[in-house]
């Protein structure tokens, strides 16, 4: 079990404690202790095994004994009590964005609401809106969170799927009746987020290979059991379909699964112009079959180059694949460096060395050091001279390191009327000046967009953050006219963000197609606040990817002298 999900447990228990209006400090501890576990350096398996959990500053004796029983058993019994005492429809409802425990609870006391069904009754009836320190515009903001919510149900995040894909697939590379295997659909075109795993495999004894997936240890239930098709429940609650084919029919198979439907679509009627039949266990002239070794193939066969996955989503794809005018798209090894990565002097968990040191490990030639700025204190901002005083020690591990280049950067905080909380004279000190907004995200779509044309037009930014600000399966971003933000970033030369972590894939690949028609470059910036969050890198390109971007779009694809130029020519 890892800080995320030990936080996540506390960060919970503090939520059911507000539904049950407990005192408001020992609320607050929970939160403390949650925040304290999710930034802290050190794993909480290592600090169980040296007896310190409760020296960690914001987590307690009490707490620390029960993060012991977390980590010993795979929960805590007074998490469970919580659960016991709350509706379970209180419980769901906490997903809601914008819906806080406190403001639950006065719901569920006022009007007796403890399902969402109910809840989005009482929003549009008037009756959430009565309530005291309500108003019209909460309730509204409520329906909208429970429409996201709903649209989004039983959807997961790419890093989740790809966890329970790779478990998967390595379990069934052991078996000998497999003879070829790949993850097919959403997960394959890298979507940022995906309702279930879909597998491909070929082999030539179905019937013993469906058995053993079926009793793969990652399977909770067995759906349904065919010899082409196994469908089960994973444990993490996620669904996984299991396709079995001859390896004859791979190639076809692999093609129909990874999708997506319009691709589909579109291919299918290429193919029958060209007078074949096509579906997913072949290619056939009649009634025979057009022998294709692989999806290269098939797509040779109807005249086209080939279409990588990420590609394939029935827009354009198939009429540049015929002109031969398909990008040659981005991948993880044109990457010389990781710009935008937190330490342990703002909110993240490593130091300046430690992260520097990961980064070169993975193959990076240069990271950018962007803590936050003064105004967010929550993440522990830092000021004009805690700044200076990280430049001296981004000087010294410079010093001692070879391999890599550690970059003085930031992330400033992009205030409500679009200026800085720190002054541009200071900003011009920066190697690398990250741009983003972090608060009062309530701004209609002229004003969000007003804000952030203003931050990218400064000659001091160079990139602008998470231009968006949403969090995927919990929010939409700002209400913003992405199109004019990617037209005025192009115009002042400032590169947008492609956001790697898995919850935010910000900005979203459709208004990067359009960023590339701009003109603007990309930079793909991890956000890391760990070690471990260097590895994010890989589904920031995969998005990439999805919005053809080749080499030459991508900023961090610069090597460092390069890289460096291009921003002191932006002051």
């Known amino acids: 079990m890892d800080n995320q999900e030990v936080a996540y447990v506390l960060e919970e228990m503090a939520n059911l404690m507000e539904l049950n209006g407990e005192n408001p400090f020992r609320i607050r501890a929970y939160s403390s202790a949650a925040r304290a576990i999710e930034t802290i350096e050190e794993t909480v398996v290592e600090l169980?095994?040296?007896?310190?959990?409760?020296?960690?500053?914001?987590?307690?004796?009490?707490?620390?004994?029960?993060?012991?029983?977390?980590?010993?058993?795979?929960?805590?019994?007074?998490?469970?009590?919580?659960?016991?005492?709350?509706?379970?429809?209180?419980?769901?409802?906490?997903?809601?964005?914008?819906?806080?425990?406190?403001?639950?609870r006065q719901i569920y006391e006022s009007l007796g609401i403890a399902d969402i069904d109910a809840l989005a009754k009482a929003c549009v009836s008037g009756e959430v809106a009565e309530l005291k320190g309500f108003g019209a515009k909460t309730a509204q903001n409520i329906l909208n969170g429970i429409e996201y919510l709903q649209k989004h149900e039983g959807r997961y995040l790419t890093?989740?799927?790809r966890f329970e894909a790779d478990q998967l697939v390595a379990f069934l590379q052991e078996?000998?009746?497999?003879?070829?295997?790949?993850?097919?659909?959403?997960?394959?075109?890298?979507?940022?987020?995906?309702?279930?795993?879909?597998?491909v495999v070929s082999s030539d004894a179905p019937d013993s290979l469906g058995d053993a997936f079926a009793s793969c240890p990652a399977v909770e239930e067995v759906i349904s059991h065919g010899r082409t098709k196994v469908s089960v429940i994973l444990r993490s609650g996620m669904a996984s379909d299991l396709r079995i084919v001859s390896d004859e029919q791979f190639p076809y198979a692999l093609h129909h699964?990874?999708?997506?439907?319009?691709?589909?679509?579109?291919?299918?009627?290429?193919?029958?112009?060209?007078?074949?039949?096509?579906?997913e266990y072949g290619l056939f002239g009649g009634e025979d079959l057009v022998?294709?070794?692989?999806?290269?193939?098939?797509?040779?066969?109807?005249?086209?180059?080939?279409?990588?996955?990420?590609?394939?989503?029935?827009?354009?794809?198939?009429?540049?694949?015929?002109?031969?005018?398909?990008?040659?798209?981005?991948?993880?090894?044109?990457?010389?460096g990781t710009a935008h990565v937190h330490t342990n002097h703002s909110d993240g968990r490593g130091t300046i060395e430690a992260m520097a040191l990961a980064a070169r490990d993975a193959g990076y030639h240069y990271i950018g050091i962007c803590d936050h700025s003064k105004a967010v204190v929550y993440a522990n901002g830092m000021d004009e001279d805690r700044c200076r005083a990280q430049w001296e020690e981004i000087d010294a591990v410079n010093a001692e390191l070879e391999g890599i280049r550690i970059l003085k950067g930031i992330e400033v905080d992009i205030m409500p009327e679009g200026n800085f909380d720190f002054e541009e004279e200071f900003l011009a000190e920066f190697e690398?000046?990250?741009?983003?907004?972090?608060?009062?995200?309530?701004?209609?779509?002229?004003?969000?967009?007003?804000?952030?044309?203003?931050?990218?037009?400064?000659?001091?930014?160079?990139?602008?953050?998470?231009?968006?600000?949403?969090l995927l399966l919990s929010r939409d971003g700002y209400p913003l006219n992405a199109k004019a933000v990617c037209?005025?970033?192009?115009?002042?030369?400032?590169?947008?963000?492609?956001?790697?972590?898995?919850?935010?894939?910000?900005?979203?690949?459709?208004?990067?197609?359009?960023?590339?028609?701009?003109?603007?470059?990309?930079?793909?910036?991890?956000?890391?606040?760990?070690?471990?969050?260097?590895d994010d890198m890989r589904y920031g390109v995969g998005i990439a990817r999805k919005a053809g971007l080749a080499r030459e779009d991508i900023l961090n694809a610069m090597p460092v002298d390069e890289f460096l130029a291009w921003t002191e020519g932006r002051a």
């Not at 699964?257 to 579906?279: I, V, Y």
């Open 175 to 199: 078996r000998p009746e497999v003879i070829r295997i790949q993850v097919a659909g959403s997960l394959r075109r890298h979507r940022e987020t995906t309702k279930d795993v879909d597998i």
């Open 48 to 104: 169980s095994e040296a007896s310190s959990l409760d020296e960690v500053r914001g987590v307690g004796k009490k707490i620390a004994v029960e993060i012991e029983e977390l980590l010993a058993s795979g929960k805590i019994q007074r998490h469970q009590d919580l659960i016991s005492t709350v509706p379970e429809g209180l419980v769901e409802m906490q997903g809601i964005s914008g819906l806080g425990g406190k403001r639950l």
């Open 257 to 279: 699964f990874t999708g997506s439907k319009e691709h589909n679509t579109l291919m299918r009627g290429r193919a029958k112009a060209h007078g074949l039949k096509m579906n």
């Open 487 to 534: 037209e005025a970033a192009a115009e002042a030369g400032t590169a947008l963000e492609l956001n790697a972590h898995p919850r935010r894939l910000d900005l979203d690949w459709r208004e990067l197609r359009y960023a590339k028609e701009c003109g603007a470059k990309v930079s793909i910036n991890t956000d890391a606040h760990s070690i471990e969050g260097l």
């Open 159 to 161: 890093n989740v799927a």
């Open 432 to 470: 690398l000046v990250v741009a983003s907004i972090h608060s009062v995200f309530s701004m209609t779509r002229e004003e969000a967009t007003e804000r952030v044309i203003r931050a990218v037009s400064s000659p001091y930014v160079d990139i602008l953050g998470h231009p968006t600000g949403r």
């Open 291 to 336: 022998p294709c070794r692989d999806e290269s193939e098939i797509f040779k066969a109807l005249g086209l180059a080939y279409i990588e996955p990420e590609l394939r989503e029935g827009l354009d794809e198939i009429e540049r694949a015929e002109a031969g005018r398909l990008p040659d798209l981005v991948s993880m090894e044109d990457l010389f």
